[in-house]
């Protein structure tokens, strides 16, 4: 079966008003589809930089990503968004929501964008899915962090993403409602089938996943339960 992701010595260097910095210091692994990893490892780490070269958002200054089929060597920018509307479901710390839209049309609008035809009734049906479904003309500013997060999960599968990257998606919540959008990320991710890589600073967290990959000064190992 092939891999969902797969990195091959990717090296990812930025500029800055030091100079270049060096993020990622050839970083090599796969993902199997379906598959859950926990990436955990210090602030400053590489963690998140390792996300937004997997999803396209920023590209490797030197090796190989290959995501849902697709090698991102040398696409455009244009090339990468369309990707990440088929392919791929980001769910980011903050929620990343248009507060002038309602949670219906936050939702709704990625699929219109995709072309969907019934955007709206797919968008209605996700955010049944994530329990919003008396929530669907609310705007963000009407939600708590919890449903806010909710609403962004639901943006996040109702396209049908293989690959879910989630960026300590529960880092602005309380403990008790954080346990609830876990509980809810994994349940989706399982009726997916969807590959999921799951960024946090709690190991515990990142034991719930089949594996576990630690990111330290830019190089990625495999870390034992």
Do not use: W
Not at 49 to 64: C, N, R
Not at 104 to 126: I, T
Not at 138 to 164: F, M, N, T
Not at 194 to 201: D, N, P, W
């Amino acid at each position: 079966m092939p891999a969902a992701l797969t990195l091959e010595n990717v090296f990812l260097t930025l500029n800055s008003h030091a100079g270049p910095v060096e993020i990622l210091k050839g970083v090599s692994f796969s993902a199997k589809p379906g598959e859950a990893i926990g990436i955990i490892g210090p602030s400053g780490s590489g963690k998140t930089s390792l996300l937004m070269v997997a999803s396209g958002l920023e590209a490797a200054t030197k090796g190989k990503v290959e995501a849902a089929g697709i090698d991102l060597t040398g696409k455009s920018e244009s090339a990468l968004a369309q990707f990440r509307r088929d392919k791929i479901g980001i769910i980011f710390q903050s929620f990343h929501l248009i507060p002038t839209m309602t949670a219906l049309e936050n939702v709704a609008v990625p699929l219109e964008f995709k072309g969907v035809g019934d955007a709206f009734d797919r968008a209605a049906a996700a955010l049944k899915r994530v329990g919003l479904g008396h929530r669907l003309e609310h705007y963000p500013s009407q939600l708590s962090g919890g449903e806010q997060q909710r609403v962004a999960i639901a943006r996040a599968v109702a396209a049908g993403a293989q690959i879910l990257l989630a960026d300590e998606p529960t880092g602005n919540l309380d403990q008790e409602t954080g346990s609830a959008i876990i509980e809810l990320l994994f349940e989706l991710k399982d009726k997916e089938k969807a590959t999921l890589l799951l960024v946090t600073h709690d190991r515990a967290l990142a034991k719930r996943c089949g594996r576990i990959l630690e990111v330290r000064d830019g190089l990625v190992k495999e870390s034992k339960h």
